[in-house]
């Protein structure tokens, strides 16, 4: 560090305070690169609190000065004179806190080359030798297998798709009953009539007569064989959607507020959720080829009409000189290599947390001025959900504050990011790749150093905001511009037809009626926009007939509840999830009753897995997957889902008799929290596991 101050003041004798600030900035961005690329391992060290996971000191890594943080008068004042800073010159680190029985602290690790493809992982590896992510696809969809190999099967979820076994399908001493599932890529979850129709006739004529709707706002499609994956991928491309960057290690669909509210911060929403899914769209031409064939090229997807697409096109190419654009790749943004692990973005208004923003590893809210004009975009950093039982080194975590962005810089800074993580993310160990992991390892100080170092300049201050809520934008609502928008609830996303219960019929005839589009939410239920006044009673009627409830008609536990698919065709699904998600909340509806506990809410999720597809550990309550019939119980996430993940309150909760564990912490919060208005989450937040787990030992079911 000593060698960067002489230098800096060497520089400031004969330049201006802006630019020797500047040069400092690269210069403690390399010392963070050089450090960061020696890796770092996270090591667990007990929690004496048992509380959780308290924001770790800072690694060795971390420079001492936050130098990006510094106005550059109080840094040309500060090292002129030699003395430290005053701490009313900082901008304060936000303090980040998550809940687990353990406290993770970030060590060096062994020296490791820099560069770039050194000491890759098989993944890694196998995308460097898939000629742009062709290969060995183009080969393995011309055999006559029913399914891919292992290696296909990675490369295949970059072009949307995952190989699928249904388990309750396999014949007995036979082989796996193999399919496919193809996701869709729909920035801020907008769907057009047209593409609707073709979803909907694909999933009867080629999948398994459903589709379901994810909590990342796409569809997916079921049950497709191989030997009709390339009809169905045409066809979708044909009309102007796509599946490119629906899965794999790239950005993935990029989440948005559901509302389609037509006022300004909405529109800058949904306008920039599409520059950010066109921005970071991988470059090889691959996708066309294999689907369309070398001759054709696929039809522009129909969300570009709504943004500058030759300016993000632009900026996108762009190259600053400081290391954003890897020279001569294929891939500028992403490398032979794209990403170590998938990287998630969502963008949202002030207040409105329907997409459960912390858990993305680049969060970005609009900020306006008094004019609902655009100013730029408050940023965050580093959160995801994915973890793996009993393995301490992974975990939760929710987003950290980055600072405050222009808007004419969003596009620079959000590939400052990216490149961040391309070149600093663990490639080593997958489990340990999202950027959560590089976030939390350096702290959120050094890691904006680094970003900074990419950038060329330094990053503002997080501006103030309006308190968090949370909505999930059901019944009906006004647009503003004369038209009403109808929010659905969908239990787990699934559209099908049972019984009297006729979901996917009730779609397409409403569909084909109004010939009106609709918003998947980040809670797999479906928002129909752009209703006439005049047509409200006629859309009623259409889902009474079809036994379609209203949102006033349906159980709040039901209304606030996700889970993710699990068995029969997740892979990694170690238990039941979706399937028995509604007789969970039935259950819960039972005992909440015989507590005279009827009129609360909770939010409850459930995941067959720890992976968290459906985002378990931001809920008040959730239910992750852990054995056959048993769960991992979860508590403590916000009711607003605003910074903070839950904890695993208990392990090897049974199925059947799930309730012993609960009813003692409902009771508890009926008799113990600070008023009608504390939520069940804030509640077991505030009083923490050692007293959940004390009252609960004396309790008597």
């Not at 800072?58 to 030699?82: E, M």
């Not at 330094?458 to 038209?483: A, C, L, T």
């Not at 609830?489 to 084909?512: A, M, Q, W, Y």
């Amino acid at each position: 560090m000593k060698t960067c101050l002489e230098a800096w003041r060497a520089t400031a004798e004969r330049a201006t305070v802006a630019n020797a600030a500047l040069l400092l900035c690269d210069l403690v961005g390399a010392r963070i690169r050089r450090r960061a690329r020696r890796g770092t391992r996270v090591a667990c060290v007990p929690n004496s609190s048992h509380r959780g996971l308290q924001r770790p000191r800072p690694p060795r890594l971390t420079p001492t000065l936050p130098f990006s943080s510094c106005a550059p008068q109080v840094l040309a004042a500060t090292l002129a004179g030699g003395h430290g800073f005053q701490h009313g010159a900082l901008r304060q680190p936000r303090s980040w806190t998550a809940r687990s029985p353990v406290q993770m602290v970030a060590t060096p690790d062994r020296e490791t080359t820099p560069k770039r493809l050194a000491n890759l992982d098989k993944v890694n590896l196998l995308k460097v030798g898939s000629n742009s992510l062709r290969e060995p696809i183009s080969s393995e969809m011309a055999n006559d297998e029913i399914f891919v190999s292992h290696d296909a099967y990675q490369i295949l979820k970059y072009h949307g798709s995952y190989q699928q076994d249904n388990r309750e399908l396999r014949k007995r001493k036979e082989g796996k009953a193999w399919q496919f599932m193809l996701r869709l890529k729909v920035p801020c979850g907008d769907v057009t009539p047209e593409l609707y129709r073709l979803l909907d006739d694909l999933s009867d004529q080629y999948g398994q007569g459903d589709l379901r709707a994810t909590t990342r706002q796409a569809w997916q499609l079921h049950g497709v064989l191989k030997g009709d994956l390339k009809t169905v991928v045409s066809k979708i491309m044909e009309m102007g959607s796509s599946t490119v960057g629906a899965c794999g290690d790239v950005s993935r669909n990029v989440m948005t507020t559901p509302a389609p509210k037509v006022s300004k911060p909405y529109a800058y929403a949904r306008e920039y959720s599409k520059v950010m899914a066109e921005l970071f769209k991988p470059a090889s031409t691959a996708f066309s080829e294999l689907w369309l064939g070398e001759d054709k090229v696929a039809k522009v997807e129909y969300w570009r009409k709504d943004i500058d697409d030759a300016g993000v096109i632009a900026a996108a190419k762009y190259d600053n000189g400081r290391g954003i654009i890897l020279p001569g790749e294929a891939e500028p943004l992403y490398g032979a290599t794209y990403l170590p692990r998938k990287f998630k973005m969502a963008v949202t208004v002030p207040g409105d947390n329907s997409v459960d923003i912390y858990i993305s590893d680049i969060g970005l809210v609009v900020i306006t001025d008094d004019n609902d004009d655009l100013l730029g975009f408050n940023v965050m950093v580093g959160g995801g959900m994915g973890r793996t039982h009993n393995k301490e080194s992974t975990f939760a975590r929710a987003a950290d504050h980055l600072g405050f962005v222009d808007k004419d810089d969003i596009m620079e800074v959000c590939k400052a990011i990216l490149a961040t993580q391309r070149d600093h993310g663990n490639r080593e160990v997958r489990a340990n790749a999202r950027m959560k992991y590089l976030v939390h390892s350096l702290g959120i100080d050094a890691f904006r150093s680094l970003v900074e170092s990419y950038l060329g300049k330094p990053i503002q201050p997080w501006r103030e905001m309006v308190d968090w809520k949370y909505s999930d934008w059901m019944g009906w609502h006004e647009q503003g511009d004369g038209n009403l928008f109808l929010g659905l609830n969908i239990d787990n996303g699934r559209v099908k037809d049972d019984g009297e219960f006729r979901l996917k019929t009730c779609l397409r005839l409403l569909t084909d009626t109004y010939d009106i589009g609709h918003v998947l939410t980040p809670t797999q239920s479906i928002i129909l926009k752009d209703i006439k006044p005049a047509d409200r009673s006629g859309v009623e009627a259409i889902l009474a007939e079809h036994g379609i409830p209203l949102i006033e008609n349906v159980d709040p536990l039901a209304r606030l509840s996700m889970a993710c698919p699990a068995l029969p065709l997740c892979g990694l699904a170690i238990t039941e999830a979706e399937r028995v998600m509604p007789t969970y909340i039935e259950r819960m509806r039972t005992l909440l009753n015989k507590l005279d506990m009827g009129s609360e809410e909770i939010m409850i999720r459930m995941t067959g897995c720890p992976n968290g597809c459906a985002r378990p550990y931001m809920a008040e309550l959730a239910f992750v997957g852990e054995g056959v019939k048993a769960y991992q119980l979860w508590v403590g996430g916000s009711p607003v889902l605003e910074g903070r993940t839950g904890w695993p309150y208990k392990s090897k909760v049974k199925d059947k008799n799930w309730e012993e564990t609960v009813e003692p912490l409902l009771m508890y919060w009926k008799t113990g929290r600070l008023g009608p208005t504390e939520a069940f989450g804030d509640f077991c937040h505030r009083v923490g596991q050692d007293a959940l787990v004390e009252y609960a030992s004396k309790y008597a079911v």
